[in-house]
């Protein structure tokens, strides 16, 4: 059950829809001024959470770590712009009655259940600007607010790589020594060693010889072999990038009263 107790721990809470899709974070909780009940939460969007869309938490169930909305991502997003700073006006509050689809079109329809305007508005992460000086909650001190970037990263899809192998033709040369036998012509004189077979023949005559000759010849042949594993991986590189941001501050500037246009001085105890 969500009540005064989960206020928090809501505020900065993820927030999914009913298909668990992350919306955005709690930014500020709202209470029924009847009830002093929560019951209605701005969601902070955007990369930024610059964007807030208010959200409510009749059907929504806080499991601790999350708040689940009864509605779809986008449909909250679409929701009715309002302002964030301050309580919400009847027309604010009737237009998300019937955009939430929660009940009557008019205040006095959901006097049983909600009751009055959200007063307590300075339950979120920024609080209702300044007092109003004629009211009861009048003090002597005035707050002063400004906005702050708050900058941060998300992992996006930044492409892909594909590894891909395909054939290619190229010419190779290669030098291969190859050998051949060649006739030479080899002479001896007549010694006691070969006479015998140097006259064992006729004494003139005709005769031929013949000598089978050899050579080398090159023989190509090719065969497919393994050579290397490719692969691809990837590295974490980290540059610095910046950021600009238009942000928005409250001044405040003293206005002299008539008594010290005529002689007392105040003094500024900032300084």
């Not at 209470?31 to 964007?51: H, Y």
């Not at 959200?55 to 997003?77: C, M, N, Q, Y």
């Not at 899809?157 to 590894?163: E, H, K, N, Q, Y």
């Not at 030098?175 to 006729?202: C, F, K, Q, Y």
């Amino acid at each position: 059950m969500i009540n005064t107790n989960n206020i928090d721990s809501l505020i900065g809470a993820n927030v999914v829809d009913t298909e668990g899709r992350k919306v955005g974070t709690v930014g500020q909780v709202y209470l029924d001024s009847s009830t002093n009940q929560p019951s209605w939460v701005t969601v902070k969007t955007g990369l930024f959470g610059t964007s807030e869309s208010f959200a409510p938490l009749d059907s929504a169930d806080w499991t601790g770590d999350e708040l689940r909305i009864g509605f779809d991502k986008s449909f909250v997003k679409d929701a009715p712009r309002i302002d964030t700073d301050g309580s919400l006006e009847s027309a604010d509050e009737d237009a998300l009655y019937k955009y939430y689809k929660l009940g009557g079109s008019s205040t006095t329809d959901r006097d049983a259940d909600y009751a009055g305007t959200q007063t307590n508005a300075t339950v979120g992460d920024r609080r209702t600007e300044g007092y109003d000086t004629s009211g009861p909650t009048t003090d002597d001190a005035m707050t002063r607010s400004e906005e702050q970037l708050r900058v941060g990263t998300e992992q996006v899809d930044a492409g892909r790589a594909r590894l891909r192998k395909h054939v290619v033709t190229e010419n190779q040369t290669v030098t291969v020594p190859v050998s051949h036998e060649e006739v030479t012509l080899e002479r001896e004189p007549i010694t006691d060693a070969n006479r015998g077979n140097a006259t064992s023949g006729p004494d003139l005559s005709d005769e031929e010889h013949e000598v089978q000759l050899t050579e080398e010849r090159v023989v190509v042949d090719k065969e497919t072999v393994p050579v290397e594993r490719v692969r691809l991986g990837t590295e974490t590189v980290t540059e610095d990038q910046r950021v600009s941001e238009e942000v928005r501050k409250e001044e405040i500037d003293y206005d002299a009263s008539d008594a010290d246009r005529k002689g007392n001085r105040s003094r500024d105890d900032t300084h």
